[in-house]
Protein backbone atom coordinates (compact mmCIF):
# COMPACT_ATOMS: atom_id res chain seq x y z
CA UNK A 1 0.00 0.00 0.00
CA UNK A 2 1.34 3.55 -0.96
CA UNK A 3 1.23 5.91 1.57
CA UNK A 4 2.56 9.70 1.43
CA UNK A 5 3.07 10.97 4.58
CA UNK A 6 3.39 15.23 4.94
CA UNK A 7 4.85 17.28 8.05
CA UNK A 8 6.27 20.67 8.31
CA UNK A 9 3.23 22.52 7.93
CA UNK A 10 2.24 24.94 10.39
CA UNK A 11 1.92 28.84 11.14
CA UNK A 12 4.41 31.53 10.12
CA UNK A 13 4.68 35.15 9.58
CA UNK A 14 5.13 36.99 6.56
CA UNK A 15 8.35 36.39 5.65
CA UNK A 16 9.20 33.64 7.55
CA UNK A 17 10.36 30.23 6.28
CA UNK A 18 9.32 26.72 6.65
CA UNK A 19 10.33 23.19 5.52
CA UNK A 20 7.97 20.37 4.42
CA UNK A 21 9.01 16.94 4.27
CA UNK A 22 7.02 14.02 2.39
CA UNK A 23 8.01 10.54 3.10
CA UNK A 24 6.60 7.80 1.23
CA UNK A 25 6.15 4.24 2.02
CA UNK A 26 5.15 1.35 -0.72
CA UNK A 27 6.26 2.15 -3.74
CA UNK A 28 9.79 2.40 -5.69
CA UNK A 29 10.10 6.18 -4.77
CA UNK A 30 13.82 6.94 -6.70
CA UNK A 31 11.89 5.58 -10.01
CA UNK A 32 9.18 8.28 -9.09
CA UNK A 33 9.10 12.19 -10.05
CA UNK A 34 7.54 13.68 -6.97
CA UNK A 35 5.58 16.87 -6.93
CA UNK A 36 3.78 19.54 -4.13
CA UNK A 37 0.59 20.94 -4.38
CA UNK A 38 -1.68 23.26 -3.15
CA UNK A 39 -5.22 24.29 -2.49
CA UNK A 40 -6.39 27.71 -0.48
CA UNK A 41 -9.84 27.71 0.45
CA UNK A 42 -12.47 27.87 -2.51
CA UNK A 43 -9.76 27.76 -5.04
CA UNK A 44 -8.53 24.47 -7.35
CA UNK A 45 -5.89 22.72 -6.40
CA UNK A 46 -2.63 23.92 -7.87
CA UNK A 47 0.77 22.98 -8.75
CA UNK A 48 3.71 24.47 -6.65
CA UNK A 49 6.75 22.43 -7.35
CA UNK A 50 8.39 19.06 -9.02
CA UNK A 51 11.54 17.15 -9.38
CA UNK A 52 12.18 14.18 -11.45
CA UNK A 53 13.19 10.56 -10.41
CA UNK A 54 16.89 11.84 -10.42
CA UNK A 55 16.68 15.21 -8.79
CA UNK A 56 18.42 16.24 -11.79
CA UNK A 57 15.31 18.18 -13.43
CA UNK A 58 13.17 20.35 -11.32
CA UNK A 59 9.93 22.58 -12.08
CA UNK A 60 8.36 25.32 -10.28
CA UNK A 61 5.37 27.60 -10.28
CA UNK A 62 6.06 31.31 -11.55
CA UNK A 63 4.32 32.04 -8.22
CA UNK A 64 6.99 30.54 -6.19
CA UNK A 65 10.40 30.38 -8.28
CA UNK A 66 13.32 32.25 -5.99
CA UNK A 67 11.43 31.36 -2.95
CA UNK A 68 10.60 27.69 -2.98
CA UNK A 69 13.15 24.87 -3.31
CA UNK A 70 12.45 21.09 -4.01
CA UNK A 71 14.75 18.48 -3.11
CA UNK A 72 14.26 14.74 -2.85
CA UNK A 73 16.48 12.32 -0.54
CA UNK A 74 16.09 8.96 -2.52
CA UNK A 75 17.49 7.07 0.34
CA UNK A 76 15.71 8.40 2.87
CA UNK A 77 11.97 7.92 0.48
CA UNK A 78 12.04 11.38 1.50
CA UNK A 79 10.92 14.72 -0.72
CA UNK A 80 10.88 18.28 0.81
CA UNK A 81 10.23 21.59 0.25
CA UNK A 82 11.65 24.50 1.57
CA UNK A 83 9.97 27.28 1.42
CA UNK A 84 11.10 30.86 2.16
CA UNK A 85 9.71 34.83 1.45
CA UNK A 86 6.55 33.06 2.40
CA UNK A 87 3.71 35.43 2.19
CA UNK A 88 -0.41 35.47 3.03
CA UNK A 89 -1.35 33.94 -0.65
CA UNK A 90 0.87 31.07 0.13
CA UNK A 91 -1.44 29.84 3.11
CA UNK A 92 -3.22 26.44 1.70
CA UNK A 93 -3.26 22.92 2.28
CA UNK A 94 0.20 21.64 0.73
CA UNK A 95 -0.34 18.36 -1.10
CA UNK A 96 2.87 15.94 -2.36
CA UNK A 97 2.11 13.07 -4.97
CA UNK A 98 3.99 10.80 -6.93
CA UNK A 99 4.12 10.22 -10.72
CA UNK A 100 5.72 8.12 -13.26
CA UNK A 101 5.90 10.75 -15.83
CA UNK A 102 9.25 13.08 -14.37
CA UNK A 103 9.19 16.53 -13.40
CA UNK A 104 5.34 16.89 -14.07
CA UNK A 105 3.61 20.47 -13.47
CA UNK A 106 0.08 18.26 -14.16
CA UNK A 107 -2.21 17.31 -11.85
CA UNK A 108 -3.29 14.50 -13.96
CA UNK A 109 -0.13 12.48 -13.97
CA UNK A 110 -0.36 11.79 -10.49
CA UNK A 111 -0.58 8.54 -9.63
CA UNK A 112 -0.81 9.30 -5.67
CA UNK A 113 -1.51 11.83 -3.14
CA UNK A 114 -0.75 12.48 0.39
CA UNK A 115 -3.58 13.84 3.05
CA UNK A 116 -1.71 17.11 3.18
CA UNK A 117 -0.45 19.67 5.24
CA UNK A 118 -1.80 22.86 6.29
CA UNK A 119 0.50 26.08 5.73
CA UNK A 120 -0.97 29.31 7.39
CA UNK A 121 1.06 32.49 6.72
CA UNK A 122 0.13 35.76 8.63
CA UNK A 123 0.40 39.24 7.44
Known amino acids: QVQLVESGGGLVQAGGSLRLSCAAS????????MGWFRQAPGKEREFVAA????????NYADSVKGRFTISRDNAKNTVYLLMNSLNPEDTAVYYC????????????????WGQGTQVTVSS
Open 97 to 112: AATSTGSDARRMVYDY
Open 51 to 58: ISWSGGSK
Open 26 to 33: GLAFSSYG
